[in-house]
């Protein structure tokens, strides 16, 4: 069992940037692609990005490609998406998610979610 806890949402204004963590307890953080999601209203729940378990390889949604970058930090069993030049477009509940196959953006491969965090851009 893995559970994650995302933070770092918030309101902020178009072309500004935040930071999300999400921190997992549980089984070997090191052993699972992760990966972010997001859901804006009345829309599917959409892939963002998702890193590898060493963090060597990554892959990008095109709406996100240039603007957001994904680590992880394994010691302290965290990834990150750094989001730079944010659009009102990507207003959304954002969510980390784990798994145990390779990179996917298929939210079935995702076996654990966090509970989301709100971000909202304004124009």
């Known amino acids: 069992q893995v559970q994650l806890v995302e933070s770092g949402g918030g309101l902020v204004q178009a072309g500004g940037s935040l930071r999300l963590s999400c921190t997992a307890s549980?089984?070997?953080?090191?052993?699972?692609?992760m990966g972010w999601f997001r859901q804006a209203p009345g829309k599917e729940r959409e892939f963002v990005v998702g890193?590898?378990?060493?963090?060597?390889?990554?892959n990008y949604a095109d709406s996100v490609k240039g603007r957001f970058t994904i680590s992880r930090d394994n010691a302290k069993s965290t990834v990150y998406l750094q989001m730079n030049s944010l659009k009102p477009e990507d207003t959304a509940v954002y969510y980390c998610?784990?798994?145990?196959?390779?990179?996917?953006?298929?939210?079935?491969?995702?076996?654990?979610w966090g509970q989301g965090t709100q971000v909202t851009v304004s124009s």
């Open positions: 998610a784990a798994s145990l196959r390779r990179i996917t953006t298929m939210r079935d491969e995702y076996r654990y």
């Open positions: 549980g089984r070997t953080f090191s052993s699972y692609t």
């Open positions: 890193i590898s378990w060493t963090g060597s390889r990554t």
